[in-house]
């Protein structure tokens, strides 16, 4: 069993930057791979990043590329995304969620999760 809790959501003008984090626990983390959605309300869950469970290979979602980052410390079960160069279409409730799988196809699918957080809310407002 993996439980995850994000934090870190807030309100921040475009252009800035804010850093998620996401909490795990469970023994067995460290092998799942993770990654990070976002939903705004009446659309699916989007794929933003993700990582492998080796922490070796990252993937990001196009709209994102060059600005957000991923990243997983095992030690501290945690998993980040350092978001910067902010924009109004980033607005929404990021999720986080472990996969058992590290393939690039596989974790952009948000059907393909075991387990999920319950959410942050970002709000990108000037």
């Known amino acids: 069993q993996v439980q995850l809790v994000e934090s870190g959501g807030g309100l921040i003008e475009p252009g800035g930057s804010l850093k998620l984090s996401c909490a795990t626990s469970?023994?067995?983390?460290?092998?799942?791979?993770t990654g990070w959605f976002r939903q705004t309300p009446g659309k699916e869950r989007e794929f933003v990043a993700a990582?492998?469970?080796?922490?070796?290979?990252?993937f990001y979602a196009e709209s994102v590329e060059g600005r957000f980052t991923i990243s997983r410390d095992d030690a501290k079960n945690t998993i980040d995304l350092q978001m910067s160069s902010l924009k109004l279409e980033d607005t929404a409730v990021y999720y986080c969620?472990?996969?058992?799988?590290?393939?690039?196809?596989?974790?952009?699918?948000?059907?393909?999760?075991?387990?999920w957080g319950r959410g942050t809310q970002v709000t990108v407002s000037s």
């Open positions: 969620g472990a996969a058992a799988y590290s393939d690039s196809n596989y974790l952009s699918r948000p059907g393909n999760y075991l387990y």
């Open positions: 469970g023994r067995t983390f460290y092998s799942y791979a």
């Open positions: 990582i492998t469970s080796s922490g070796l290979r990252r």
